[in-house]
Antibody, heavy 117, light 107 residues
Framework: EVQLVQSGAEVKEPGDSLKISCKGS????????IGWVRQMPGKGLEWMGI????????KYSPSFQGQVTISADKSISTAYLRWSSLKASDTAMYYC??????????WGQGTLVTVSS | DFQMTQSPSSLSASVGDRVTITCRAS??????LAWYQQKPGKVPKLLIY???TLQSGVPSRFSGSQSGTDFTLTISSLQPEDVATYYC?????????FGRGTKLELK
């Protein structure tokens, strides 16, 4: 069974750094892209970027380029989304999902990030 | 810049109604178009990929079609459990832009 399990909710202050994770199982992690999607409170889905764990090829949305870093550790089948300096506007639910020729077919449960002073 | 225009932004319909949601791509994307359903407080779910292929387990009342750069999601007979927000997404090349969503409610 394909599963993506994300790390737990985070509460941070502006300026903090943060790295959230997404662990894949039940399929060959290195052979499928993993995407990250943001959903701000009450808003729609925003595609942030994708990574191919096999060679760490990464593509970002222009809206998120330079704002976050997507990485992966194929030895532990885990993808990451990292911020170096959080802002209040980063408060959102973040989803990882397997991305392939048929879209985003399996999703993680989501990680809620709250940034508040 | 690429635009994915989804309409309507909201929709109210009765049980049994035929419901149609559309997405228009500003450039050709072949058939690399997916539709997702997100129920309140839940994780999005893939309904249709390749513009018209139903994901496994999705009820057959859902269908997708394409005419050039215009894409349509149709629910043939609306059920109460279909209340959700629906999103289209293009995935031919990065960025894999989502539409703004269509909130479907029961009348």
């Amino acid at each position: 069974e394909v599963q993506l399990v994300q790390s737990g909710a985070e509460v941070k202050e502006p300026g903090d750094s943060l790295k959230i994770s997404c662990k894949g199982s039940g399929y060959t992690f290195t052979n499928n892209w993993i995407g990250w999607v943001r959903q701000m409170p009450g808003k729609g889905l925003e595609w942030m970027g994708i990574i191919y764990p096999g060679d760490s090829d990464t593509k970002y949305s222009p809206s998120f380029q330079g704002q976050v870093t997507i990485s992966a550790d194929k030895s532990i089948s885990t993808a990451y989304l990292r911020w170096s300096s959080l802002k209040a506007s980063d408060t959102a639910m973040y989803y990882c999902a397997r991305s392939n020729l048929w879209g985003l077919d399996y999703w993680g449960q989501g990680t809620l990030v709250t940034v508040s002073s | 810049d690429f635009q994915m225009t989804q309409s309507p932004s909201s929709l109210s319909a009765s049980v049994g109604d035929r419901v149609t949601i559309t997405c228009r791509a500003s450039q050709g994307i072949s058939n690399y178009l997916a539709w997702y359903q997100q129920k309140p407080g839940k994780v999005p779910k893939l309904l249709i990929y390749g513009a018209s292929t139903l994901q496994s387990g999705v009820p057959s009342r859902f269908s997708g079609s394409q005419s050039g750069t215009d894409f349509t999601l149709t629910i043939s007979s609306l059920q109460p459990e279909d209340v959700a927000t629906y999103y289209c997404q293009k995935y031919n090349s990065a960025p894999h832009t989502f539409g703004r969503g269509t909130k479907l409610e029961l009348k």
